[in-house]
């Protein structure tokens, strides 16, 4: 009894410890299993994270390098129209220039120098971003845009064609057979039209006629009314109208000329009065 007892206490015991290492074994599996999946989550938790933060770090990094480097600084022009009439007033925009302006300079006509330091092109006539300006005279006009920033400018230019008219009276007779009225076409590439209209009332000749004959800045005839007499009547009207563009092209810019001319040539021909009208389109 004494010898088999602790026999049967050394086997039971044995299983016992055996048990134990296999749900010990079987526990450390789990345990095992359990903390790599946990490891696994914070990876790709991690991972995650990183990848977040670069993204935002490479935002961040752009949004201050465009903070760091400005946009280029460039003037731009926008205007309401380019052809006008005398007196009729054209809107410039320069809110489509870019970079980090502080001042916007407008002058308005580069021919002349008004602030007198022997630059016509850099008067200040207005100032601001957007402006408006009447031109008071005929011509073509160089309008120049200047933009500042603390350190540099930018300038645009634009050119603004102003059309011509003018109304004149004038009389011929066999004393006076001619009548010569000058005017502006700064332009003749850009120009559309040279109309010159003439009214004139009848005298008591049968043929009250008139002629009338253009000339160019270079002193060359552009056209004449010769092939087109009138006859007497209550009203006359002669018209000279140069209105293509090509003709135009091929004539020079300056001074131009409307000769009025007396036809006919007996000396107790009467006096004849007449309006004239020019104008000049861009």
Known sequence: MFISLPVINITMADRIIKAEVVSSTNTSSYKEGEKKARLTALLIILIL?????????????????????????????????????????????????????????????????????????????????????????????????????????????????VGYYGEFSGTVSPTKPKENFTFPVVDTIDCSRVRITVTYPSGSHRLNDLNITLYDG???????????????????????????????????????????????????????DFNIVIEVYY
Do not use: C
């Open 49 to 161: 994270f990183l990848s977040s933060v670069s993204a935002t770090y490479i935002l961040l990094r752009e949004k201050h390098r465009e903070e760091i480097i400005p946009e280029p600084l460039e003037a731009k022009i926008v205007v309401s129209r380019t052809i006008v009439n005398v007196s009729e007033s054209v809107v410039f925009d320069a809110t489509k220039s870019t970079g980090d302006i502080i001042q916007y300079y407008w002058d308005f006509d580069a021919t002349v120098d008004r602030d007198g330091d022997g630059n016509p092109r850099n008067d200040a006539d207005a100032l601001g971003p957007v402006v408006t300006h009447a031109f008071n005279t005929y011509g073509s006009f160089r309008v120049t845009l200047t933009v500042k920033n603390s350190t540099e400018e930018a300038k645009a230019f634009v050119r603004i064609h």
């Open 218 to 272: 270079n002193g060359t005839m552009a056209d004449d009314t010769s092939d087109d007499p009138k006859d007497s009547g209550d009203e006359q009207t002669e018209v000279i109208d140069v209105n293509s563009l090509q003709e135009l092209a091929g004539l020079y810019p300056g001074t131009w000329a409307a000769e009025v001319s007396y036809v006919l040539s007996a000396p107790t021909s009467p006096a004849i």
